[in-house]
């Protein structure tokens, strides 16, 4: 083999040069060892550096051992800006409830522009007018007065409405049971002086009640009450100071702290106990009260959703009927309804 190398380059040259190394290949030292070295060359001179071998183990130990690095903290900008957006909803959120706060009263009570005329008197309707405990003037349309009347159903609108209003709707009441009705107004509608609140709202419909009894001659056993959207929660808290006859719920809702958070915002209920001046409490009230609930609601009512329709009727201590209207929304119970809501009518106020 070393002979081989010899003829290859001088050997003067070979071992001269420090960094010339032989690369063997694998076929040629099978062949060295098997004693054919003279079958084939069995080697080439390469130049190579003796020191590629420690820098390559080198940079695998660096490579092999990385420094991790070191935990970024948020930097001054970062935290101003997370500061700032937080600071801006709390704000936000502030600024909402502190108007929910100012406005529920307006929120609750939204009285429409009164007509030109109060309708007038005619022979089965007369204006009442009478005293509320605190002094205010208040209005009620008696229709189908009769000495020998069945009955007397004192009727109380929604938040958006008139008594004067429903004065066809309590004919047609009147003529199929044999019922007076009288159509109570709130102080703050149809002209009517003071501001409607919680409070007197419950002034309010004492002072009709008052004034069916002392004025109109009805017993409590013969005096039923009837409340509309908003009426139902007046309804439904007068029932609980006098046992009616049977309390008619048309579209009703479950409770001032449920329907906030339809009106204002889901969020809302978190603060609700605080800054609440409503407690209206149909659900827990039914449960208390001994008269039959009757309860009619309307599956595509947008205002107050049929669910909670059918919360109060299951919450009444005495039930009546539930009467579910297809297709009715929130005002046109009655007449989508048709004859099957004046059957419920009539089955109401038939004790």
């Not at 390559?56 to 500061?83: C, F, H, W, Y």
């Not at 004492?206 to 309804?235: C, N, Q």
């Not at 702290?257 to 409490?281: C, Q």
Request: one cysteine or more.
């Amino acid at each position: 083999m070393l002979e081989q190398m010899s003829e290859a380059s001088s050997s003067n040259a070979f071992i001269g040069r420090a960094d010339m190394v032989p690369e063997v290949h694998r076929n040629d030292r099978r062949g060295a060892i098997l004693g054919k070295c003279d079958e084939e060359p069995v080697f080439q001179a390469k130049c190579l550096d003796r020191y590629t071998h420690y820098r390559k183990l080198t940079e695998m130990d660096r490579q092999s051992n990385p420094v991790p690095d070191a935990p970024s903290t948020p930097g001054p900008a970062v935290l101003i800006t997370i500061a700032s957006a937080l600071g801006a909803a709390l704000l936000l959120l502030g600024i909402l409830v502190g108007l929910v706060w100012i406005f529920q009263e307006r929120i609750a009570f939204q009285p429409p522009t009164p007509p030109q005329m109060i309708p007038a008197a005619s022979d089965d309707v007369r204006l009442d007018s009478y005293l509320a405990a605190d002094g205010q003037r208040l209005i009620g349309f008696v229709v189908g007065s009769s000495p020998a009347a069945k009955g007397l159903l004192i009727c109380f609108h929604g938040n958006a409405d008139l008594a004067g209003n429903a004065i066809e709707w309590a004919r047609r009441v009147s003529r199929s049971t044999g019922f007076t009705v009288m159509l109570a107004e709130y102080r703050g509608y149809m002209n009517l002086g003071g501001r409607p609140t919680y409070l007197t709202s419950q002034i309010d419909s004492e002072a009709a009640f008052t004034h069916a009894r002392d004025s109109l001659h009805f017993t409590d056993e013969r005096i039923a009450l009837y409340g509309h959207s908003l009426g139902t929660a007046v309804a439904t808290e007068l029932a609980t100071r006098h046992t009616p006859l049977s309390l008619v719920l048309e579209s009703p809702f479950t409770s001032a702290h449920d329907m906030a958070r339809i009106v204002a915002w889901r969020g809302i209920e978190i603060f609700w106990d605080l800054i609440t001046r409503f407690h209206f409490d149909t659900l827990t009230a039914v449960s208390s009260i001994n008269a039959p609930v009757w309860v009619a609601h309307g599956t595509k009512d947008r205002v107050i959703p049929l669910a909670m329709g059918k919360q109060v009727f299951a919450a009444a201590k005495v039930k009546g009927q539930l009467l579910i209207v297809p297709d009715a929304a929130h005002n046109d119970v009655a007449d989508v309804g048709g004859v099957e809501y004046w059957r419920w009518i009539e089955a109401s106020l038939s004790r």
